[in-house]
């Protein structure tokens, strides 16, 4: 996905946008480069591949200005190549812009602009016509020429602009594609996405559809859609700098797992009160509404979904109305029965993927209510919601979401207990039992990480197998079905997750002695059904790793290996028998000299349907 960064202030601009690129990196990109406003013109330098390759690029030049912008492009109109890179530049050299999104009429503007302003287009890209129609209407005012330029561009667009002849004034405007600004001390920036501002500032602006924004070292000037200033919502972060890097860790993946006890316990602290009541600020559904409410679907994509099949059992649980979960791609294609009496849930991670924002406009378009729980301020998922919930997870860097999932149970959980209280679905007694328990879950996933030794172990006998299944039943299926995502995407491995009650109806004829059984037995209700599953397994000579509460030893007898988790709720056992899934994947991957961060063929947001 592509990225932006600009920044005008009094330091070298080149140094910092090159710094807030890297920090955008793991988003996925094909090409990256940057502009710099210096001695009345404008010095681009752009490279296909990496960053480093920019960087080699510039190598000692010195390219001095205290103002400029910066892209990492992912190639959607036009092959990845230094030439289409961003920056691009007007005909006369004279303005340099960046783009996020797509140029729906860019085949009928290149032609105008050629007809009319005679001017040659470089690239192959749709963006380039941006930088040629604001070069057209320029005429000293960066802000006017580009907001005419806006004014007959079709599609969604984050655009950011800095002209030769002004060193001191940035203009970006948006629509439909997520930009932030960043408030600094004598600097201002703007951003795709806030992880490229962290080292700088804590305090954003989130700008809505059509905003323009000028920016100087010193001054922030928003305009809305009528080109009216207006104030925006001040967002304080509370990303640190050192949440983004990897803190002496070989790769984000592990530092984000071993996050996991802190980051649960921040989510939880942020919603209760000091009397142990669940608050969400957030909400605004009030107890009228959520009792119309006939019906809620939860819609999400891959780990994001998984969690979501999680969330059902909670509030079907907790608030008595059925839930219907979903994939985004497949959600809007079969015509889902929405309307006012449904709530809507999208749940997300990067706040970006475009399945799950179609999803949403399609359940907005029929009348339902959007509620999103998502860990990314500011992005587009939350502007198309009434309400959202931020997980806090802080910034998840590696491709293979893990410390954002186990958020997003942990806010199903309670948005489940907030709702079931409201309407009186649930006593006060199981209100208060479950949120003692939940207080006690990061201590617990700590010491499932304190085994992780014992799991590398496992790692380093089974990673070459190519075979891997996940079985389970009730809440674990849904952590199965995780598990066996984790490993193939790091590992490369096939891995397959079935609820275990449906092996004997076809996947059984699979299992033989190369086969890995991955089997979940963490529920009590289902572990004497598990048992058997497991021996069905065990007796067509699988090499069986179980993982199960601490209480139930005697099932090491039927496993190769166990793998306890410590006793607790039923309800909860997901924020626990995850981790060891994430951790065996991490450490197949790694016996297989996988890039653990940056799998092959995938990026962090997806955000083509
Ligand atoms: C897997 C993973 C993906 C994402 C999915 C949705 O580790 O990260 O499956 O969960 O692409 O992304 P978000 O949550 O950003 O909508």
Redesign the pocket.
């Known amino acids: 996905m592509c990225g932006i960064v600009g920044y005008v202030g009094t330091e070298e601009a080149k140094d910092i946008i090159i710094d807030g690129l890297r920090r955008l990196e793991y988003r996925g990109y094909d090409s990256a480069g940057i502009a710099i406003v210096n001695d009345g013109s404008i010095i681009v330098r752009k490279h296909v591949g990496e960053i480093i390759n920019l960087e080699k690029l510039i190598g000692n030049e010195k390219i001095s200005g205290n103002i400029g912008i910066g892209h990492t492009r992912w190639a959607t109109h036009g092959a990845p190549s230094d030439l289409n890179s961003h920056p691009h530049l007007n005909e006369a050299n004279s303005i340099a812009i960046v783009h996020n999104g797509i140029v729906e009429n860019y085949i009928e503007l290149k032609a105008m602009l050629k007809e009319k302003h005679n001017v040659s287009f470089k690239t192959e890209t749709d963006s380039e016509v941006i930088a040629m129609l604001i070069g057209a209407y320029y005429e000293g005012d960066l802000k006017e020429a580009l907001l005419k330029a806006v004014s007959i561009i079709r599609g969604a667009y984050a655009i950011a602009a800095v002209a030769a002849d002004n060193p001191n004034e940035l203009v970006a405007h948006r629509k439909d594609a997520p930009l932030i600004v960043g408030i600094g001390k004598g600097c201002n920036f703007v951003a795709s996405d806030f992880s490229a501002l962290v080292k700088h500032t804590d305090d954003v602006y989130l700008l809505e559809n059509d905003d323009t924004v000028i920016l100087t070292r010193d001054s922030i000037k928003i305009l809305d859609a009528n080109e009216k200033q207006v104030q925006r919502t001040l967002m304080h972060i509370g990303w640190s700098a050192e949440a983004a890097e990897k803190g002496g860790h070989e790769h984000f993946m592990m530092k984000e797992i071993l996050e996991q006890p802190a980051v649960v316990k921040e989510t939880i602290k942020r919603r209760l009160n000091e009397d142990g009541i669940i608050e969400f600020d957030e909400i605004k559904i009030g107890l009228n509404e959520l009792k119309s409410f006939d019906k809620i679907y939860i819609v ?6 998984h969690a979501g099949l999680i969330g059902r059992y909670a509030i079907e649980n907790m608030v008595k109305i059925p839930v219907e979960v979903d994939v985004a791609s497949e959600f809007r294609y079969r015509n889902p029965l929405v309307d006012e009496k449904t709530l809507f849930i999208a ?7 475009s399945d ?1 924002l179609a999803a949403i406009k399609e359940a907005k378009g029929k009348g339902a209510r959007i509620l999103s729980i ?3 301020v500011g992005s587009s ?1 939350a502007r198309e919601s009434d309400d959202v919930i931020y997980t806090w997870a802080g910034p998840e860097i590696a ?4 410390k ?2 186990i958020t997003q149970i942990v806010c199903l959980h309670m948005l489940s207990l907030y709702m079931g209280r409201l309407v009186g679905t649930i006593s006060n007694r199981h209100y208060e039992e479950f949120i003692s328990e939940m207080l006690k879950m990061p201590e617990k996933i700590d010491e499932v990480l304190a085994n992780r030794s014992e799991i590398e172990e496992y790692a380093k006998d089974l990673y070459s197998r190519e075979k891997v299944f996940y079985i389970g039943r009730g809440l674990d299926s849904a952590v199965c079905l995780e598990g066996s ?2 490993l193939k ?1 790091i590992s490369y491995i096939n891995s397959f997750a079935i609820a275990a009650g449906e092996l004997k109806h076809g996947t059984i004829a699979l299992m033989d002695p190369d086969t890995i059984v991955i089997a979940l037995a963490t529920q009590d209700k289902l572990y004497e059904k598990m048992l058997s599953n497991i021996q069905e397994v065990k007796s067509r000579r699988a090499h069986v790793i179980t993982i199960t509460k601490d209480k139930n030893r005697s099932i090491s007898d039927s496993s190769d290996e166990t793998i306890y988790i410590p006793d607790c709720l039923d309800e909860l056992t997901p924020l626990l028998s995850v981790v060891p899934l994430q951790l065996f994947a991490y450490y197949v991957a790694k016996e297989r000299e996988c890039n653990i961060d940056k799998p092959k063929n ?1 990026a ?3 955000t083509v349907e």
Do not use: D, P, R, W
Request: charged share 15%.
């Open positions: 999400a994509c891959g780990t994001a979904y749940i997300s991670q990067s706040g970006e993927t799950t998502i860990n990314v998922v491709v293979a979401s893990t954002a999932f995502l984790k995407e995938l962090k947001s997806v």
